[in-house]
């Protein structure tokens, strides 16, 4: 087989021996396949490769062949490139063409759900101010994007109604009286005539203080009946606010503990109820729970409070309730405190006593009053109505209007008669409260130099700073007690009110440069101070931002539940 194999590396025709079973032998050329037969016992090689070279003179050749790549084809690569950038360029203008056309239905929707009407409460003239209130808080009730006051025609209608009823009462006293007078004339009469029937007439003078007593008590229950039908509209507006925490006995076993209070819807803005009660029992519950004037109980959410009254909001989903119940309640119908005056009558509706659904009747004692808060003080109306320590509510007058909100924290230590925060001053704090906004905040409690006491004392005309807040803007402006306020930004500011309306003109953040007058060792000296309005530091998370969740519904990440405090 070697020599088969070298045979057939130099190229030498190779014969294949074959034979049949019968014996007989043939070779076949390798080269060619030709096949001969032996015919003699000695094959000659030789000679039959010669003849295979006769019947195939043709030399064999071997081709060699190598595998190219083939070079790219740049015309049809440029063609084909531009073919997709001209198919993305078509794509990407009726992708336009159909943003710019479904673009404006979409943000209206989602602006629609996400950003509902802002609540706008028209506010008060001061008419002892003599000065116009900010064009934001005197905004018609019919331009505001919030009917927050309730029908205007209804509250005229229960005035005539009173008015009237008034009159009647007033009517049927005079023409009583003149009855009295003209018996008291006939009796004098008949007396001088006829002395000798005295028995006859002192029968007549009984039966007619009979008929003035009976008269007079039906005068008193119809005021009274009266003064309870002013307050129905009110009473629709009213609420009871729930604050839920659980807690754990001593047997490990868990249970609700519940607190109540009145609470006061004040505004509708499509979407949601907006209710004014009370911090204390919403701070720090697990959850808040409404009732409404027939007995539906939904979920609440907290928007924001504000630490200085103690006032919050909460929030209810108007799509949570059915249309009865939506049909039924009320906007609290919110009047002017600027026009109450000492001894004018009020009802206290809500829970004045400490238990739900009470009223009482009585009348303003005093309106002078005043609470001192930080950045601003507010009015108290004190009335001598008994009430509770845990008292709650609403002063209504003769109008059906609601002129105070009863918070008896404010009440005077040992005195328990029911007090109230003028409704007029605290409009502007309800409708921040409302619209989830922050006020500016400087951190200052101060009183009124008059001019009167400016004489008597050297003091300049301004605000008498009282206490600095730790941590304020005003304490890191440098600002300190007994300092006289007399500008703000570019306004004079002579009185608290004053200094409240030029701080809501401010943002948080923004730098304003307050003047202030020190006094020193020559007198008094007109200092500048730079102060950054900040925030609240005792201002919680509303429930949105609670939970985390941006304008479009996405979950955000949080590290505090609290703003600024981390608590």
Not at 225 to 247: F, H
Not at 512 to 541: I, N, P, S
Request: glycine share 8%; hydrophobic share 35%.
């Amino acid at each position: 087989m070697q020599d088969v194999a070298q045979m057939r590396k130099k190229n030498v025709t190779v014969f294949i021996k074959c034979s049949y079973l019968s014996g007989k032998v043939f070779y076949i050329c390798e080269d060619c396949g030709s096949a001969y037969a032996q015919s003699s016992s000695v094959w000659n090689t030789d000679v039959w490769r010669k003849k295979c070279m006769e019947n195939d003179p043709k030399p064999y050749k071997f081709m060699k062949e190598s595998i190219k790549k083939q070079p790219p084809d740049w015309k049809k690569i440029v063609l084909l490139i531009a073919g997709w950038l001209t198919l993305a360029a078509l794509g990407g203008l009726v992708a336009a063409a159909v943003f710019a056309v479904t673009e404006p239905k979409i943000a209206e929707a989602v602006t629609r759900e996400e950003t509902p009407a802002k609540v706008d409460i028209p506010g008060d003239e001061d008419p002892n101010s003599g000065q116009e209130p900010d064009e934001t808080i005197t905004a018609s009730s019919a331009s505001a994007s919030v009917d927050s006051s309730g029908s205007g025609s209804e509250i005229s209608s229960s005035t005539v109604d009173s008015s009237t009823s008034e009159s009647s009462v007033s009517e049927s006293t005079v023409s009583e009286s003149t009855e009295e007078n003209g018996a008291a004339e006939g009796t004098e009469s008949s007396t001088s005539e006829e002395p000798e029937e005295g028995s006859e007439v002192s029968s007549v003078d009984g039966e007619t203080d009979a008929e003035e007593k009976d008269s007079s008590l039906k005068n008193y229950e119809a005021l009274y009946q009266d003064m309870l039908e002013v307050t129905e509209k009110p009473k629709r507006a009213l609420v009871t606010v729930i604050g839920i925490t659980n807690q754990m006995d001593y047997f490990n076993q868990n249970y609700e503990n519940q607190q109540q209070i009145s609470g006061l819807i004040v505004a509708d803005n499509g979407q949601d109820l907006f209710i004014l009660t009370e911090y204390r029992i919403v701070e720090n519950v697990e959850r808040i729970q409404v009732t409404f004037w027939d007995e539906t109980m939904v979920d609440a959410t907290y928007q924001r409070h504000d630490p200085s009254t103690g006032l919050t909001i909460v929030k209810v989903d108007e799509s949570k309730l059915d249309e009865e119940t939506r049909d039924g309640l009320a906007v609290a119908p919110l009047g002017s405190s600027y026009l109450v005056s000492q001894g004018d009558p009020v009802v206290a509706v809500g829970s004045p006593v400490g238990y739900s659904n009470s009223i009482a009747y009585g009348v303003v004692t005093s309106v002078t009053n005043k609470i001192s808060a930080l950045d601003n003080e507010y009015n108290l109306l004190t009335t001598d109505i008994l009430g509770s320590t845990d008292g709650s509510g609403i002063l209504v007058n003769l109008d059906g209007e609601i002129v105070g909100i009863i918070a008896q924290s404010y009440s005077a230590k040992g005195n328990n008669v029911v007090t109230g925060i003028a409704i007029s001053q605290i409009k502007k704090l309800i409708e921040n409260l409302s619209n989830n906004v922050s006020r500016a905040y400087i951190g200052i409690r101060g009183q009124d130099v008059t001019e009167e006491l400016s004489d008597k004392t050297g003091i300049p005309k301004g605000v008498l700073i009282s206490r600095v807040a730790d941590d304020s803007p005003a304490m890191m402006a440098g600002m300190k007690e007994y300092d006289v306020i007399v500008k703000l930004g570019e306004h004079k500011v002579e009185t608290i009110k004053q200094y409240h309306e030029q701080l809501g003109k401010h943002s948080t953040g923004e730098v304003v440069t307050a003047t202030a007058m020190r006094k020193g060792a020559e007198g008094y000296a007109e200092m500048t101070f730079d102060v950054t309005m900040g925030k609240h530091k005792k201002q919680r998370l509303s429930g949105a931002e609670k939970a985390g969740f941006s304008r479009w519904g996405f979950r955000k990440l949080f590290l505090f539940e609290w703003f600024s405090t981390g608590g």
